[in-house]
């Protein structure tokens, strides 16, 4: 690296030669930033400096030259970077510091971040003309870096003996480091530049095994010339604490076939589960520097997913003695809290797409820390339930229709439509803990409001829509999702009976929402007067109806259904077949029993105690809605849904739900 003597530091040369002033050379400091040779005479300081040094030594090696020796480390240095500039500084006898000379590369060195272990550093010789090596002076901090003098007097001690130099060693081939008496091996800090970061850097869980995916950096190049050549890379794991260098830990892997494992990845086998691993992927070059970079590090326990199901028998109309548990269901008990802890829903405050707080599944109105929460005014947010992601799949061969569900979020035997939008995956997926209400143009979820009403399935749409990106109204996959959830929990297929009721028999009209904020989770009782609730969504049904989106019957009752983009005319959504010949409507027997088509009625021949006790409807030319109303006694149910209004009906016993996706 050649020094660019500056301006002002040729003004202070100049003042050197004619004897005016003294030179002290007072400081090093290095830049990442990219100079052209051009730009580096008017130079006065230097652009994103990273680490600066004060000078160690300097001596004259001829009446017009010296030599300044400083040095670097990386101990409280956080992020990696290169180093492209380096720069001096020095103060004349005005005592005003300018910068002195430049230097600057193409061949920048990486200076890595610290990792707890291992030391890198940087050593500077710079030579520079001054015209008058007398007039000059330095100015030295001891504590801040070794001196030649300091380092002079260990040259008696050697790091290839058995005790080392400072706690390091080079020992039968070995670097060590003392660490609590005991000589441990760590990583040799080399130079040059480590290739960058991997991307594409995740795990996939499963029973006892992680499954690591990565892809592997390019070669760096500058100026169209490489400067670090990808050679491999580590994959070291940990349990508890993250890795600091490759010996940090158990090395799974050392892959030199680049992008080996971006397709499959890698699987680690024998681990324990629910244990945490620390994972971190060490990219290294063919002059061996290595990538100790945090942007290579992950974190994740091996865990045993749990799939659930229920088989139900459609030639048996009983609707009880129908239901039997499958695969990690057998054994549980209907209606038990141990579903709640599968399922993992919970309620919040929800505001702007976030969650505000959790509240208490025993009182809506408190935060989970006992303080109350503001669930009436909305300036707080919306009361909303939070359904974490787990896959469905429902299939019927015969008469046995098989509900399932699991908890692993990535399984290729199931679907995850609730927790899709469009195309993009979804963690969670949000409804409205109660009915909705208007509120300035907007749906919310609030307690203690009369649900509205009266409003055709657009126009409570473009309220739900008008909260922000992500809201709409309560979607079809989402209702799915949580009529398979009370499959599972109540293993029957007569809601009111395993549930409630609901407000649903003899009432003249709606009421206001939060009547179920002191009554859990879960709540239904048999008189038909109180709203009931259902894994936290009051009037889960009765009360008003609410429209469910995202799917549409066409003029041949093909049944449409979407993710994302929601309408009156199922434009642009996904056929999935025909639901029925002709237009049906009656107490539901069989329901389509597919994934995609979820519960629509497919057959209607039952009654009020048998199959599915519920009533439901697929008519030509219509838009859904669900649940029940007031006075809708034993028609209601979690099975109740009518395809059968078309998109510009509106009554006063219609709502609807707030969703966010």
């Not at 009266?454 to 008008?466: E, L, M, N, Y």
């Not at 709540?523 to 038909?528: N, S, W």
Request: net charge neutral; aromatic share 10%; proline share 3%.
């Amino acid at each position: 690296m050649q020094m660019t003597i500056t301006n002002k530091g040729k003004e202070l040369m100049a003042k050197l030669l004619a004897g005016t002033s003294t030179a002290t050379f007072t400081k090093i400091s290095t830049s990442d930033f990219t100079y052209t040779v051009s730009e580096l005479d008017a130079l006065t300081l230097l652009n994103q400096v990273k680490q600066t040094t004060t000078v160690s030594q300097v001596t004259g090696t001829d009446p017009t030259t010296v030599e300044i020796h400083g040095a670097i480390n990386n101990q409280s240095l956080v992020e990696g970077y290169y180093i492209r500039c380096v720069g001096l500084y020095a103060k004349g006898s005005d005592n005003i510091e300018i910068l002195y000379g430049v230097s600057i590369t193409d061949k920048p060195d990486y200076m890595p971040a610290y990792n707890n272990t291992t030391v890198s550093g940087v050593t500077f010789r710079m030579n520079t003309k001054v015209d008058n090596a007398n007039q000059v002076t330095v100015m030295v901090n001891p504590a801040a870096v070794a001196t030649v003098e300091q380092l002079n007097a260990h040259k008696a001690e050697s790091i290839c003996s058995s005790s080392g130099v400072h706690g390091f060693r080079y020992h039968q081939g070995v670097f060590q480091q003392l660490d609590s008496g005991t000589w441990k091996d760590i990583d040799t800090a080399v130079g040059g530049t480590p290739p960058g970061d991997v991307t594409n850097f995740s795990v996939k869980v499963d029973d006892g095994k992680l499954i690591v995916f990565w892809t592997d950096p390019n070669d760096t190049a500058v100026n169209g010339k490489n400067i670090s050549n990808w050679k491999g890379t580590k994959l070291v794991l940990k349990a508890g604490t993250l890795p600091k260098n490759t010996k940090d830990g158990t090395l799974i892997v050392d892959n030199q076939l680049r992008n080996a494992y971006s397709a499959n990845g890698f699987e680690i086998n024998g681990l324990t589960n629910d244990v945490i691993y620390c994972l971190q992927l060490f990219p290294y070059s063919d002059d061996g520097a290595t990538n100790y970079n945090s942007a290579n590090r992950l974190s994740a326990a091996p865990h045993k997913y749990s799939t659930y199901g229920v088989q139900i028998d459609l030639a048996n109309s009983n609707p009880a003695t129908c239901c039997s548990y499958t695969g990690d269901a057998v054994g549980m008990t209907p209606g038990s809290s141990a579903w709640d802890e599968f399922f993992g829903h919970y309620p919040v405050l929800f505001k702007n797409g976030a969650e505000v707080g959790k509240l208490k599944t025993s009182n809506f109105a408190q935060l989970e820390d006992g303080s109350a929460a503001d669930i009436t005014s909305g300036n707080a947010g919306d009361v909303m339930i939070a359904f974490p992601r787990r896959g469905v799949k429902i299939t019927t061969v015969g008469n046995t229709l098989t509900i399932s569900m699991t908890d692993d979020p990535d399984n290729a035997d199931f679907e995850y439509l609730a927790h899709t939008r469009g195309s993009a995956r979804k963690e969670k997926f949000y409804l409205g803990a109660y009915k909705g209400y208007n509120l300035s143009s907007k749906l919310r979820s609030l307690s203690g409001k009369a649900p509205t009403a009266t409003q055709t399935i657009g126009t409570f749409r473009t309220q739900a829509q008008a909260n922000g990106s992500g809201y709409d109204q309560s979607g079809f996959y989402q209702l799915t999702f949580r009529q398979a959830m009370y499959l599972l929990k109540y293993k029957n297929l007569n809601s009111q009976t395993a549930v409630g009721r609901g407000y649903v028999d003899g009432n003249s009209a709606a009421i206001n929402t939060g009547g179920t904020n002191a009554k859990g989770m879960d709540f239904g009782e048999t008189t038909g007067k109180l709203q009931m609730k259902l894994f936290g969504l009051e009037d889960f049904w009765g009360n008003v109806y609410e429209w469910i989106d995202g799917v549409f019957s066409n003029s041949t009752r093909n049944i449409l259904t979407a993710t994302d983009g929601f309408n009156d005319t199922g434009a642009g959504y996904t056929d999935q077949g025909q639901g029925a010949a002709a237009n049906i409507g009656n107490y539901m027997s069989k329901p389509q029993g597919t994934t995609k088509g979820g519960f629509i009625a497919k057959e209607v021949s039952g009654s009020e105690t048998t199959y599915f006790c519920d009533c439901a409807y697929l008519y030509a030319s219509r838009v859904a809605y669900f649940g029940g109303i007031w006075a809708n006694a034993s028609i209601a149910g979690a099975f109740r849904l009518y395809v059968d209004y078309s998109a510009d009906y509106s009554n006063a016993g219609i709502a609807a739900r707030l969703m966010f996706l």
